[in-house]
């Protein structure tokens, strides 16, 4: 009896561990194809106004739709739209194109006093936007896949996610942002004239780039200053061995900011910058779909570990988006944003800049510019505010187990 009851308990385990491994791939799988589509050709970098952009709302519509949400746009429908000026030309203050954008917006109604609202942007670059492209070749289609397909994936995932949770303190408000690249404006024309009272909202959560995670599996958290539950909660979850690095403010480069604006806590959650960044280059291939999967499910559990918070408290945080000296000069490299350690991790160095001449390289830390030393990014802004273009100076980086010393002209 007791063998026949271990056949019956271990072809449980056989069978549970084969369902969740079925469940795993089917998730896996449903975030491919949402962001394959989204990244395509066929969209052509989904530019706020055109018809690519169209395209992909409709896309999103018919999944929230599928997914048994209720429209929750204008007028009953799905879509929030707006109108906006379009100009060829970043440095124009009159004249542009006039256009209309739409956000896609759904809900998921619980019955509860509070709504959460999550959000990402899913337009594009176009062929390359105007002082918003980093390529530098003939007209190409720009298409995102990380920038941001992958936090509509992600997006929609978490729809059918708490659709099927016990979470249900809180209704939730699925928001597909477009005008985000040309600055924020469709998240900043929903608050504006919101389909929800504004005041019911209880936090916002951003996905914006949340395709790389990278082999740290490092999760940047942005906004953790603005309510002081976050950074206790983020230390209590335990996904796919992600670890969050946590920044302050809520003012920043994506669609959260326009929540933050109206008193409402918020997180933004990145996996880090990359060099396929606005540029064509950022395709569907390249995103780490398991580590999309693993940054989701971690967004999953924060919501559900905050159920029966009630509401949560807002606090207003300093801009740490303009903290550090104004500066003439550049290094030409990107930052690793996602670094946590001391100095500044150099994650792509560009073509004919000061650094690729001085010698510096991908994975190089700058720990000190000039006689500044660097422990954090702003210092390392602060290094660049003493230069103009013509100056020399030395810059100090950590390669593996190496102290390197170089000089640089900017």
Known sequence: MKFKSFLILAGFFVNLVSTTAQHHEADLQKLQVDVVYLASDLLKGRETGQPGETLAAHYIATRFGELGLEPMGLGGSWFHPFDFTFNDNPHATTGGEQRMGKNVVAYLDNGAPTTVVIGAHYDHLGLGMPGASLYTGE???????????????????????????KAKNNNYLFL??????????????????????????????????????????????????????????????????????????????????SFYLQDIPVLHFFTGQHTDYHKPSDDSELVNYPGLLDVSLFIAQLIENLNDDGKLVFTKTKDESKQGASFKVTLGVMPDYVYDGEGMRIDAVMDDRPAIKAGLEKGDVVIQIGDVPVKTIYDYMDGLGKFKKGDKTMVKVKRKDQLIEREVEF
């Open 139 to 165: 007209p190409a289609v720009h298409n995102g896949a990380d920038d941001n397909a992958s936090g509509v994936a992600s997006l929609l995932f978490l729809a059918e996610y708490l659709k099927n949770s």
């Open 176 to 257: 597909g942002f477009s005008g985000e690249e040309s600055g924020l404006i469709g998240s900043k024309k929903f608050v504006e004239n919101p389909t929800i009272d504004l005041k019911s909202v209880n936090y916002m959560l951003n996905m914006d780039m949340v395709g790389r995670l990278n082999e740290e599996k490092v999760l940047a958290v942005n906004g953790a200053g603005t309510s002081p539950v976050w950074k206790d909660e983020l230390t209590k979850i335990s996904v796919g061995g992600i670890n969050t690095k946590t920044t302050d403010s809520g003012i920043g480069p994506s669609d959260q900011t």
